[in-house]
């Protein structure tokens, strides 16, 4: 009897995954204490000195918290104390906002570039230099200048997104395929009709593929950013968990985080495979 | 006679004869009681303006002592009182005195990090103080000292938790553009600590320290100053023989845990959790190098000062009046247990407690006690600022001449603090300069620049 594909492999990520949680547990296991003490002396320890526990919390305590916090997510206790559903609301939201900025800017200017060839070549020297700094580095100089720090996040998931979706619409727009130009030149389409009815759905995969990448990198540096500015949000919760030097908690935070970027990233999928053509 | 004295007791003097504040037989009897009750509130508050109130009406009426002795022993306190009621309204007066004016902003943003220095200003939410003195205070937990800079300079906070050097680091433009600022209250005395890596624990002498890695939180810090103090003291320069770095608090746990520094001089809870998690022990208490030092303070921008005067008072009188309900040994374990939800301070309530208590577990098997290990005093002495002034100077932050005076007396409000404290029934200091020791070393306010050339090891300017 032979089981299909899809199922064997789902058999194999079940076993590595209980293999990765029972090498987890054993390897967080607490050991005896080492040292002895004074029963008052201990009372005012952790459990880490006196049990051994280990520093690194086990699968059994990330389960047990991640319980604890899908039980409850969204209580507020006031200004910095909310439940982590409200701190990815606030994440996902600045996101979304510095994201649909970066895309108003970059596909308009996206579609220029690859249009016209001066302007590709004007511009080209300031997006190489500009397109390799790090987000983060821009964080001290947008809390300097805007003087908001909810804003400079959003500023810093603006300009660390737009580039990739940039180039990704100039390159896609610059490939579009010259004979399909040339029939629409021959059929006397005008330039505003030209780039919308033959350019842009040509150039829609590359675009999208771009928006994606886009994405992915929107997600990562809000919660570096976030963790800079502290206030609201994933990025300040595992901040502040750090804070309280509390691993397990940070843990669920870079869970979540994942599953998060996992669904930001196949939305877009979806969408690339809606505007995917044949040739 | 002082302010908080009853009138109405001929055996008072009217007019100060001992000591600067006329409170005491002797300047030496004065300094005492300044040190041990200076947070000492008065029964009730009402009480307390009444006596302000009926103290002024007195004096007005009898500029001389012996006159209204005279007065009071021959009718007595009640029978003058009652007198002086008819024709003086001193119900009336003593209400208008106690309304201070209306806060022009009721709502406001106080920033604070999460160390026990920021005890007042966050305690002050959960247990009413700022509500009692009519306001709504949001304390916001603040990811750092330079965004705590930044979001208080950009005006998203409209006071905030400061390291005490910083005010008078931002009013001299160094590390960031030159703003006024101010510091009405210092928040916390005392409360820090050298902690050290297990490994060092036989290795107390500062004189073996060559070579290792320490952390403190901020170049702009009483850390920094007094873990370079107490190095050059022994003979290190920090500069070449140690390396410094500048760590943010949780992240120096970490790396002691996985030796990557050998120990630093943090801000209490941070010290005592190093020790709680069983990776480091307290090699001494800041306090043993300078008994009463400043840590961290409460800031405010000159702006908000000019622009909501009321609300700067009454946050003034709300910080002061937390501060002084902190000093209380009593009340420690109860605000302990207020700070520490993961709303403020976010740490296990044990070590908050052994750090606010002074009972704590020391990393190597013992129990010490020290009640002062940290304490709460307001008043922002001048003389603090002026050394933190000489210690900028020595480590080469300021470059140049500095006019310590003006600045100090610029940064550090001690004037509006002492008026404010008094009204709540305090006892300020009469004077804002005293001269302390650091590490036996007396230090004179009057004469910086001679301290300074004191100091064999400094950075060469």
């Not at chain 1, 300031?126 to 300097?144: E, R």
């Not at chain 2, 009898?62 to 003086?88: C, E, M």
């Not at chain 2, 030092?293 to 009046?321: K, Q, W, Y």
């Not at chain 2, 001048?382 to 500095?402: C, E, N, Y």
């Amino acid at each position: 009897m032979t089981f299909s594909l899809r199922f064997r492999a789902a058999v194999v990520s079940i076993v590595l995954f209980a293999a990765f949680l029972g090498i987890w547990h054993l390897a967080t296991r607490s050991t005896a204490a080492t040292t002895t003490m004074t029963p008052e002396y201990a009372k005012l320890m952790g459990l880490t000195a006196t049990q051994g526990k280990s520093a690194m919390p086990g699968p059994l305590d990330v389960g047990a918290k991640l319980w604890e916090h899908l039980k409850q997510p969204f209580y507020d206790k006031g200004p910095n104390d909310k439940g982590l559903g409200i701190q990815l609301g606030y994440s996902i939201a600045r996101v979304g906002l510095g994201y649909l900025l970066a895309v108003l800017v970059a596909i308009p200017l996206g579609f220029l570039i690859g249009m016209s060839p001066l302007i590709s070549k004007a511009l080209d020297p300031f997006i190489q230099v500009l397109k390799p700094i790090s987000p983060l580095a821009w964080m001290p100089l947008a809390l300097y200048t805007i003087k908001d720090s909810s804003i400079s996040a959003i500023f810093v998931i603006f300009i660390c997104s737009v580039w990739p979706m940039l180039l990704n619409t100039a390159f896609g727009v610059a490939a579009v395929r010259t004979e399909w130009i040339n029939v629409a030149r021959t059929l006397e389409v005008g330039t505003v009709r030209r780039a919308f009815t033959v350019i842009l759905p040509a150039a829609a995969p590359t675009i999208l593929t771009g928006m994606r990448i886009s994405i992915g990198i929107a997600w990562l540096v809000i919660v570096a950013a976030e963790m800079l500015v502290g206030g609201t949000g994933i990025g300040y919760f595992v901040w502040n968990e750090w804070n309280n030097l509390s691993i397990t908690n940070v843990i669920i935070a870079i869970l979540l985080i994942g599953v998060v970027g996992m669904l930001l990233d196949q939305i877009l999928a979806r969408f690339t495979r809606m505007v995917t053509f044949p040739e | 006679m002082s302010t908080f004295d009853n009138p109405f007791d001929p055996n008072r003097r009217l007019h100060a004869g001992g000591c600067s504040c006329g409170q005491h037989v002797s300047e030496a009897e004065h300094d005492h009681a300044a040190t041990a009750l200076r947070c000492e509130p008065a029964p009730s508050e009402e009480k307390r303006y009444e006596g302000v109130v009926a103290s002024a009406v007195v004096r007005a009426m009898f500029p001389k002592d012996a006159a209204r002795r005279a007065f009071l022993k021959s009718v007595g306190a009640s029978t003058a009182l009652a007198a002086i009621s008819q024709f003086f309204p001193l119900q009336t007066a003593t209400e208008v005195f106690a309304q201070a004016g209306t806060p022009e902003k009721k709502d406001l943003k106080v920033g604070f990090i999460p160390i026990t220095c920021a005890t007042p200003i966050i305690m002050a939410a959960p247990l009413g103080f700022y509500a009692k003195h009519g306001l709504n205070v949001e304390v916001v937990k603040t990811a750092g000292w330079a965004v705590i800079r930044d979001k208080t300079i950009n005006k998203e906070y409209d006071a905030s938790h400061m390291l005490a050097p910083m005010p008078i680091a931002i009013t001299l433009g160094l590390g960031a553009n030159a703003i006024p600022f101010t510091v009405p209250a210092i928040e916390n005395i005392n409360g820090q600590g050298i902690t050290l890596a297990m490994k060092h624990k036989d290795k107390r002498d500062p004189k073996d320290w060559k070579g290792m890695k320490f952390a403190i939180p901020f170049d702009y810090s009483m850390h920094n100053y007094l873990l370079r103090y107490y190095l050059a003291e022994h003979g290190l320069d920090p500069d070449t023989d140690v390396q410094l770095r500048s760590v943010p608090p949780p992240e120096m746990v970490a790396n002691l845990r996985a030796d990557n520094i050998d120990g630093f001089l943090a801000p209490d809870n941070i010290c005592q959790r190093a020790i709680y998690d069983g990776v480091g022990f307290m090699h001494i208490l800041s306090k043993e190098i300078w008994d009463g030092h400043p840590c961290c303070s409460f800031a405010a921008s000159r702006e908000f000062i000019t622009n909501s005067p009321n609300s700067f008072a009454a946050l003034t009188r709300a910080i002061v009046d937390a501060t002084a309900y902190a000093s209380k040994a009593e009340n420690r374990k109860q605000i302990a247990e207020a700070i520490a939800p993961a709303n403020y301070i976010n740490a296990p309530v044990t070590v908050l407690e052994q750090v606010l208590t002074g009972t704590y577990a020391d990393g190597l098997g013992g129990v010490k006690t020290d009640a002062k290990r940290v304490d709460f005093d307001p008043f922002p002495w001048q003389s603090f600022a002026v050394w933190m002034l000489t210690q900028m100077k020595r480590w080469g932050q300021i470059k140049g001449d500095v006019d310590y005076k003006a600045v100090a007396e610029q940064v550090y409000l001690a004037t509006d603090t002492g008026k404010v404290m008094k009204e709540m029934g305090l006892t300020p200091p009469a004077t804002s300069y005293k001269s302390f020791a650091v590490m036996g070393k007396a230090f004179d306010p009057a004469k910086p620049d001679d301290y300074l050339a004191s100091f064999k090891i400094r950075k060469a300017s």
